[in-house]
């Protein structure tokens, strides 16, 4: 369909629609733009959002960021002491954290 033929269904100027396919380019179109393009070419809008992921690995990924952050804290604070745990030692307690943030409010695991 040419931007003269789709100009003519949505009732606007031909350079209304050469705009819009220019800002559709750009990623700067708006929802209402979209919106009549789609009744004019009889075509329904769908917007979403699509998860890159699972939202069970996505709130593991979380967890553990959350976990680590708390352990990597109390780390460098024995570190400055001279006490700082072993790496093998550390690992198994982010993920006895990480453990307890999943099991609690999962609100919380996006505050961080």
């Given at each position: 369909m040419t931007t003269r033929q789709l100009a003519e269904r949505m009732g606007v100027a031909q350079s209304t629609v050469v705009a819009l396919e220019q800002s559709e380019a750009d990623d700067k179109?708006?929802?209402?733009?979209?919106?009549?393009?789609?009744?004019a070419l009889d075509c329904e809008l769908r917007y979403a959002l699509v998860p890159r992921q699972s939202l069970e690995a996505k709130v593991e990924q979380q967890a553990e960021y959350v976990a680590r952050k708390a352990v990597n804290r109390v780390t460098h604070t024995m570190r400055?002491?001279?006490?700082?745990?072993?790496?093998?030692?550390?690992?198994?307690?982010?993920?006895r954290e990480k453990d307890k943030v999943l099991q609690g409010r999962w609100g919380t695991l996006w505050e961080s």
């Open positions: 179109i708006n929802l209402q733009s979209l919106l009549r393009a789609a009744e400055l002491e001279a006490q700082e745990p072993t790496a093998n030692y550390t690992l198994k307690v982010i993920e």
